[in-house]
């Protein structure tokens, strides 16, 4: 697994390219389609501050039932199955190819390097599996969604993206260090 993950960085910029390729179509989705399909209300995850549960149920309430399985195949079942995996493979491809780019990075066992990636990017992964599952539960049963499930929804959103955030952050961080070195 270990040598798995050190490859990475070879595909980075495949990779970077793939995800930003569905990024794209998944915006595309939500501002040529989704939005008319909600009367113009953003989607629950597009919220990186959360919503409220009357947000979240004025949402769901403007899909309807047709609007919610439309949302529910085309976006769950489809690009959020694969995108927060392929974003994931990308961010441990960057935290490794940028952290390599420094010295006292590069001289770190192999597997100390892959950890610390894994460390870094899995914790986003599972909450944007886990936010994903809440919303989509909401979605297939819109009639039981009540304000602690919409509460629940909204705070792994919030997660997901401060969780997104620390891969990102440490990226830049090892690209500028990387800047200044040479």
Known sequence: ??????????????????????????TALEFLYFRQLSGGLPSLDTRFLGFTPDEGMAWLTSLGRRGGEIILVWHYLTFDLLFPALLSMTLVS???????RLKNFRVLPGQIQSIFALVLVLPYTLADYAQNIAVASLLSDFLSANPDSL?????????KFALLAIPVIVIAVFWLVAQKQH
């Open 1 to 26: 697994m270990t040598a798995t993950i050190l490859r990475l960085p070879r595909h980075a910029a495949a990779l970077c390219f793939l995800s930003a390729a569905i990024f794209i179509a998944m």
């Open 151 to 159: 509460s629940f929804a909204s705070a792994l959103i919030v997660t």
């Open 94 to 100: 960057l935290v490794l190819a940028t952290g390599r």
